[in-house]
């Protein structure tokens, strides 16, 4: 019996032959992600760890460090990569959330497992890598064993047909599947079919992010000449990529043409059977939009955003707030002139790292206000007050709504 892209890497990272639904495998763990928080809430210094070159360590949910608490975090993360000789170190300037950073630096690699304590690992994904987020002791276990373990669920197949027209992006095709499908709890998904070969690869990464909030286990991409060509010019070429077997065995395959999908806003509370078409939403004042995140803060969705902005005016009463998913991000956009536009049009470009996204610093919203993210999460209280409403949409709809003050379709400036 065939196999999927989870099930073999799985098999392969295990030393079996194959594997199938509801076995338990132990696997090796060919990288491990340590991040800020992990060293600010709860740090014992290992005696010995599986292996430093398997290891990485990347400032970014609090970067520079909002309080005490996190600035005391960065001593440990210094001397523990000092004395284990870590090399791969992304400290304060060096830094960004750690799955733009990850995929900067092709730490993600096809068919290879990666682990993280951040819940949106699962944006390793689009590499064709099996990443997951698991919690901060299973990190801990993994970074001194160098294994972990993992059940093998049903996998859903999504067969990608057509092209995405202009102006709809990655968080459109997400925000389009968790409307129509809603959660996928237990299960791994799997994308793939004729379409992805024209789909970007930050779009990739967005949907690939954006799993975790269907509670999937994992988020696949296959592989292919786009992902190959993003690996060659990284350097990276020793790897071994996953394909899905012709005779796999799917718990669902589920087709979506791109060429008939249009721009989606998800509704406050939750992104799950949850959205409507930008045409369809409710008219809605905002009080912030909000660009960013590891979903949407990648070079292409400042791009986007700058070419909306582009010598416009963020209405009045309106906040702006960008921020790039990493440093190498913020230089290459300061140096393309996309922070220029954003600043020229009203918006404030933070530093990188989470910032806002998760409701901690730099951007939160107040009680009764009504905030337009492009970031990962909107249930209740994620981005500050639980009094206020979240409503999710991509980079472009974001944008164009900061300039209306009202959530609109960036491709026609139509008010809803």
């Not at 001593?75 to 523990?80: I, K, L, N, V």
């Not at 630096?105 to 993280?116: K, T």
């Not at 987020?133 to 990608?160: D, H, K, M, N």
């Not at 010019?233 to 071994?240: E, K, M, N, R, S």
Request: proline share 5%; charged share 20%; hydrophobic share 40%.
């Amino acid at each position: 019996m065939g196999m999927t892209m989870m099930e073999r890497i799985l098999a392969r990272r295990a030393g079996l032959a194959s594997v199938a639904v509801g076995d338990t495998v132990t696997v090796d763990v060919d990288m491990t992600v340590l991040i800020d928080l992990q060293f600010s809430t709860m740090w014992l210094q290992p005696l010995r760890i599986a292996d430093p070159d398997k290891v990485a360590i990347v400032m970014d949910h609090a970067v520079p460090a909002p309080t005490i608490k996190d600035a005391a975090g960065g001593p440990h993360a210094r001397r523990f990569a000092a004395e284990f000789g870590i090399s791969r170190f992304y400290d304060v300037g060096r830094h960004g959330i750690c799955h733009q950073v990850v995929a900067e630096n092709g730490l993600a690699r096809p068919g290879e497992i990666l682990a993280c304590t951040d819940s949106h690992t699962c944006a390793g994904g689009a590499y064709n890598t099996a990443a997951r987020g698991l919690g901060p002791a299973e990190v801990y276990s993994i970074l001194c064993t160098g294994r972990t373990w993992f059940q093998v669920s049903p996998t859903i197949r999504y067969e990608l047909l057509g092209e995405m027209p202009a102006g709809v992006s990655g968080k459109d095709v997400f925000l389009h599947v968790a409307n129509e499908f809603g959660d996928a709890t237990n299960l791994n998904l799997e994308y793939g079919g004729p379409g992805l070969a024209s789909m970007p690869l930050h779009d990739r990464r967005t949907i690939a992010t954006q799993g975790a909030e269907l509670s999937a286990d994992f988020s696949t991409f296959a592989h292919d000449d786009v992902l190959a060509a993003h690996f060659e010019a990284l350097g990276v070429t020793d790897y071994q990529p996953s394909h899905a077997d012709s005779d796999a065995t799917y718990a669902d395959v589920r087709e979506i043409d791109l060429s008939t999908l249009v721009p989606y806003v998800a509704r406050p509370g939750t992104v799950s059977r949850n959205g409507l078409p930008v045409t369809e939403i409710e008219p809605r004042k905002i009080d912030q939009a909000f660009i960013g995140s590891c979903a949407n803060g990648q070079l292409d969705d400042l791009r986007i955003a700058a070419g909306v902005l582009r010598g416009k005016q963020v209405a009045a009463g309106v906040r702006l707030i960008v921020t790039p998913a990493s440093q190498q991000v913020y230089r290459d956009a300061l140096r393309l002139g996309y922070l220029q536009d954003i600043a020229d049009a009203g918006g404030v470009v933070t530093n990188a790292t989470c910032g806002a996204c998760f409701g901690y610093h730099m951007g939160l919203v107040g009680p009764g206000e009504v905030c337009l993210t492009s970031s990962t999460r909107n249930f209740t209280g994620r981005m500050g007050s639980p009094e206020a409403e979240i409503y999710m949409a991509s980079p472009a709809t974001v944008a164009a709504s900061a300039i209306a003050g009202r959530i609109v379709d960036a491709r026609e400036g139509t008010a809803r």
